[in-house]
């Protein structure tokens, strides 16, 4: 049998020889093997060599709640003893969706009440987009059909979600983005925004929707959609004046605002949702990741008490098999339940997102570093050769940041790179001290790359 006890090398050739890894090259697999990753409690990792890490990263920006909740576990195993699974289709339910579906209505802000299940954030997004139109279709409107987003966002992977965000290096591969999906500037200050003032930057970015609107046609368009914080785009925040612009822009011209909170909610942000953070009020709001916190895949669509209204005047002719499944409920239950009753969430706004913030910022004094900035439990760094004129690094972009990624990790910490932007999000369970520790070993990552 295969079992964490095997020989490092042995697993690398078996998982190299077998299994095709999303965002990997199979070049590095060959050479260099995958990391084997075999346990993990709390913010820390362990692998296959007995190496410890500290995991900046929550896994996918997903293990919210830390790991190792045993809690989870149990709920998953008695719902699997129960009821381990039925489906939501055809009229039918079961009260583990009923009951996530209410606790979601509770915890969501505004008029968000309504939750349409997935198992993931891309086929929440894919959702979205047929559920948007059938919307506009439903009001006498199908000819309402476009979908603004932003260049280098990240809405998932499927042809769908996928052609919603704007990476250009996954358009370039099998036939995105798909018709009616149409792409503005990403609101990002720091790279593009050299000589203006931030707010208006702000503006201006956002102005780009209306212009793309009037462009399209007001009675073309369907929906903008947008993350609170771009997060896997590099953790970049927008200008103040960016999500009050874009909410002015929706409501003048009647489209329909998607947020995508796929690593905003659930206390990312210091609060339960980045929507609340920003002061954004969508129509339509994309979860998965931290709503289980990555133990059990669950992804949904809550909609406001007016798009429901419309959508349940027809039968819409969507649904996974998988839609409310009674076990990823069970276990996402119980992850809210924990995260609200431990005041997990609270104190992410109130102690260690500011704690974060404070030390985290001290890394903008290190040479290497252009910009350092912190979004509650979310946190950046730009990496630059000529940090006064944040210039970027000429060689094949992202260089430098796989060589920091690489250095963090033989110094015991997971951090990602996106380009030259170093990001991290970890659990939200994280204490002061980890902190400190987290921050002194991406300081030693960093002089090591200087
Ligand atoms: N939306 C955002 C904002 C994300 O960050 C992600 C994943 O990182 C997704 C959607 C896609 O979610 P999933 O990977 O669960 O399909």
Known sequence: AITNHMPTAELQALD???????????????????????????VTLTDSEG???????????????????????????????ELPYYNTFFQTTHVPAIALADRLAQLTPYDLNHVFFASSGSEANDTNIRLVRTYWEQKGHPEKKAIISRKNAYHGSSMGSASLGGMSAMHAQGGMPIPDI???????????????DPA??????????????????????????????????????????YWPEIQRI????????????????????????????????????????????????????????????????????????????PVTCAVALENLRILDEEGIVT?????????????????????????????????????????????????????????CREHCFSNGLIMRHVGDRMVISPPLVITKSEIDTLVERANIALDLAH
């Open 200 to 241: 208006e930057f702000g503006l201006e970015r956002a102005r780009q929707l209306e212009a793309k609107i009037l462009e399209l046609g007001e009675d073309k368009v369907a929906a903008f959609i947008g993350e609170p914080v771009q997060g896997a785009g590099g953790v970049i925040v927008a200008p103040d004046t």
């Open 347 to 403: 104190r992410v706004g109130s102690e260690t997102a500011p704690y974060l913030k404070e030390k985290w910022e001290t890394l903008a004094a290190h040479p290497l570093v252009g910009e350092a900035s912190v979004c509650g439990l979310m946190g950046s760094i730009a990496l630059s050769p000529d940090k006064a004129n944040r210039a970027k690094f000429a060689a094949e972009a992202g260089t430098a940041g796989l060589i």
């Open 51 to 81: 190496h410890d890490y500290l995991d900046a990263m929550a896994g996918l920006w997903c293990v919210n709640i830390g790991y190792g909740r045993e809690e989870l576990a149990d709920a998953a195993a008695r719902q699997m003893k």
């Open 182 to 196: 149409h792409h503005i500037d990403q609101p990002y200050w720091y790279g593009e925004g050299k000589d203006t």
């Open 16 to 42: 190299a020889a077998h299994h095709l890894h999303p965002f990997t090259h199979g070049d590095a697999l060959n050479k260099k093997g995958a990391r084997v990753i075999t346990r993990a409690k709390g």
């Open 250 to 325: 929706c409501k003048k011209y009647n489209i329909l605002l998607i947020a995508d909170e796929v690593i905003c909610g659930f206390g990312r942000t210091g609060k339960w949702f980045g929507s609340e953070t920003f002061d954004i009020n969508p129509d339509v709001m994309t979860i998965a990741k931290g709503v289980s916190s990555g133990y059990a895949p669950l992804g949904g669509s809550l909609v406001s008490d007016e798009v429901a209204e419309v959508l349940n005047g027809c039968e819409f002719a969507h649904g996974y098999t998988y839609s409310g499944h």
